[in-house]
């Protein structure tokens, strides 16, 4: 997870925001874009959750079985992991990320509610940055890992229509070898 791309470009987005934002700020606005960040982050992340949470439901739920033993065999990559598991731990990871987030945002707003007051304007701007800092990553890395998840939910279905043809054509070979056979008896 720390290797992907999804982490990489939200560090590098992140880095670059805080930068702007550095930049072209001042401690109010610093202060300010931290509360419109968890707003934003409060009023995403249940959604998000929400979707990740019906594909992966609908992954594990509403399978067939015998595509679920399909999906579990090794990959032929020789990793030793099946599909099901590199799908499974793509929704996890992408679950725990925006939980984390969710959580973060949760408790960035019950702080700034409390309206602290920073020993020093310096700790002040420091402090706020790191928070924006943290919280575009966060934000970000779970954004792209929805990516992740949609293009998961799409090779699952994918996955399930070929098992599905593969079974009617396995089907249709048996049924015609059967007609065949009973057609050699009658002549």
């Not at 409060?42 to 999906?71: Q, T, W």
């Not at 304007?121 to 990516?147: A, Q």
């Amino acid at each position: 997870m720390l290797k992907s791309h999804a982490t990489i470009y939200s560090l590098i987005f992140s880095l670059i925001l805080c930068v702007i934002i550095w930049i072209t700020g001042d401690s109010a606005t610093y202060y300010n874009t931290l509360i419109k960040l968890t707003d934003v982050a409060l009023s995403l992340f249940p959604n998000f959750l929400g979707f990740c949470i019906g594909g992966y439901a609908l992954i594990i739920g509403a399978s067939n079985i015998e595509v679920l033993k399909k999906m579990s065999k090794p990959l032929p990559n020789g990793s030793h992991l099946s599909f099901f598991q590199v799908l499974s731990s793509i929704f996890a990871a992408s679950l725990i990320i925006q939980c984390v987030t969710l959580f973060f945002a949760y408790i960035l707003q019950i702080l700034v509610n409390m309206q602290l007051d920073a020993v020093s304007n310096d700790i002040g701007v420091v402090t706020n940055l790191f928070l924006i800092f943290i919280l575009v990553f966060l934000t970000s890395m779970s954004i792209l890992l929805l990516y992740y998840t949609v293009i998961n939910i799409f090779n699952f279905g994918q996955a399930v229509h070929l098992t599905i043809r593969i079974e009617d054509r396995d089907n249709q070979t048996i049924e015609e070898k059967a007609q065949n056979n009973d057609t050699e008896r009658n002549n």
